[in-house]
């Protein structure tokens, strides 16, 4: 079995770069969207008991904004460290494989 360099830091900060923008771009617009719709429908099948849909509508917005903040900070890509390095070489000696660093 062969088995592949460790990854630089440099190699997975590029990499980091690359989760990040995808997540701003793509993950972050899609999970809030699908919170305040959700939120939104919610309020409008209460519009039934209470009044003013347009009311509804703004607070389901504010509120399918802020329940989706868990979720979005949970899913954010996590910056890379030299210390993640370490732990992945330490990881390899413990196993006795190749624990050299891609350059």
Same mark, same amino acid.
């Given at each position: 079995?062969?088995?592949?360099?460790?990854?630089?830091?440099?190699?997975?900060?590029?990499?980091?770069q690359?989760?990040? &923008?995808?997540?701003? =771009?793509?993950?972050?617009?899609?999970?809030?969207? &699908?919170?305040? =719709?959700?939120?939104?429908?919610?309020?409008?099948?209460?519009?039934?008991?209470?009044?003013?849909?347009?009311?509804? =509508?703004?607070?389901?917005?504010?509120?399918?904004?802020?329940?989706?903040?868990?979720?979005?900070?949970?899913?954010?890509?996590?910056?890379?460290?030299?210390e993640?390095?370490?732990?992945?070489?330490?990881?390899?000696?413990?196993?006795?494989?190749?624990?050299?660093?891609?350059?």
């Amino acid at each position: 079995m062969r088995v592949h360099k460790i990854e630089s830091l440099e190699s997975r900060l590029a990499r980091y770069q690359q989760k990040r &923008l995808r997540f701003f =771009l793509m993950e972050v617009p899609s999970i809030l969207t &699908l919170g305040v =719709l959700v939120v939104s429908g919610m309020m409008y099948a209460m519009n039934f008991w209470f009044g003013g849909y347009e009311n509804w =509508l703004i607070v389901g917005a504010v509120l399918g904004a802020c329940l989706s903040m868990p979720l979005l900070l949970e899913s954010m890509p996590k910056r890379p460290t030299i210390e993640d390095v370490h732990a992945d070489q330490s990881i390899r000696r413990a196993f006795g494989m190749d624990d050299t660093v891609d350059d």
